[in-house]
C-alpha cells in the first residue's frame, strides 16, 4: 500500500505563511478528497481541512487547503506559537479494495 | 457532547491476542463509519481499518490483514478491534475515529483519546 509524501519539517516565524506539500498518486490524491490533520504533542489528532479546502466549525482561516492533481497543500498564514505541531495530510486509496492512506507528518516549528 | 473513549489497551506478549473496545455516544452510531488509527511511538499516524455503519463493509491495512478483526455492535454504540498474532511492530497508540460522512473514505472528524498496546515478551 502506498503512502503519501510529505516535507519531514517546517518552520516559520510568527506572522509569517506557511505551506507544507504533501503528493500522492493517480488512485489517491488523484481521484479522491485530502483531509489535514494537525496534532498538538501528547494529544489525539483533530481534523484541520477536510474535502480538500473545507474547515470544520472551529478552526481558524488562517488555514487553508488546496489541491491539484496528485498534489495537495496546507497553508497557515499569521503563523502563532499555538500552531507549532505534527501535520498530517491523509486521503482515500480505491486501488485493491480501497484503504486509507496517512503522509509521513510534518513537524512545524515556530521560530 | 460526541465522544469516543477507547479502553482494552495493555501489554501482550508476541503471538498473544488484544480486544480494544471504543464506546461512542453523543451521535446516531449506527449512521456512520467507523476508523482505527495507530500511531507507534514517536512515529506517525498509520490507518489500521474501517467499517461501515451497517457493519458490511471492512477495510484493513496490509500490515494487519488477516491477524486483526474490525466490528461493531451498533446496539451498544460500541466498536471494537480484535488483534491477534500480535508482533512488536504492532506497539502503538491505537486511535479510533469517527468518519464525517457515512463512508470510510471521508474525514475523521472526532477522535478518541487513544489506548496503548505494547507487545513485548
Known amino acids: 500500500q502506498s503512502v503519501l509524501t510529505q516535507p519531514p519539517s517546517a518552520s516559520g516565524s510568527p506572522g509569517q505563511r506557511v505551506t507544507i506539500s504533501c503528493s500522492g498518486g493517480s488512485s489517491s490524491i488523484g481521484r479522491n478528497h485530502v483531509y489535514w490533520y494537525q496534532q498538538l504533542p501528547g494529544t489525539a489528532p483533530k481534523l484541520l481541512i477536510y474535502?480538500?479546502?473545507q474547515r470544520p466549525s472551529g478552526v481558524p482561516d488562517r488555514f487553508s487547503g488546496s489541491k491539484s492533481g496528485t498534489s495537495a497543500s496546507l497553508a497557515i498564514s499569521g503563523l502563532r506559537s499555538e500552531d507549532e505541531a505534527d501535520y498530517y495530510c491523509?486521503?482515500?486509496?480505491?486501488?485493491?479494495?480501497?484503504?486509507?492512506?496517512f503522509g509521513g507528518g510534518t513537524k512545524l516549528t515556530v521560530l | 457532547e460526541v465522544q469516543l473513549l477507547e479502553s482494552g489497551g495493555g501489554l501482550v506478549q508476541p503471538g498473544g491476542s488484544l480486544r480494544l473496545s471504543c464506546a461512542a455516544s453523543?451521535?446516531?452510531?449506527?449512521?456512520?463509519?467507523m476508523t482505527w488509527v495507530r500511531q507507534a511511538p514517536g512515529k506517525g499516524l498509520e490507518w489500521v481499518s474501517a467499517i461501515s455503519g451497517s457493519a458490511i463493509s471492512t477495510y484493513y491495512a496490509d500490515s494487519v490483514k488477516g491477524r486483526f478483526t474490525i466490528s461493531r455492535d451498533n446496539s451498544k454504540n460500541t466498536l471494537y478491534l480484535q488483534m491477534n498474532s500480535l508482533r512488536a511492530e504492532d506497539t502503538a497508540i491505537y486511535y479510533c475515529?469517527?468518519?464525517?460522512?457515512?463512508?470510510?473514505?471521508?474525514?475523521?472528524?472526532?477522535w478518541g483519546q487513544g489506548t496503548m498496546v505494547t507487545v513485548s515478551s
Open positions: 453523543g451521535f446516531t452510531f449506527s449512521t456512520y463509519a
Open positions: 491523509a486521503a482515500w486509496d480505491d486501488s485493491l479494495n480501497g484503504y486509507v492512506v
Open positions: 474535502w480538500n479546502n
Open positions: 475515529a469517527k468518519c464525517y460522512g457515512g463512508g470510510a473514505w471521508d474525514a475523521f472528524d472526532i
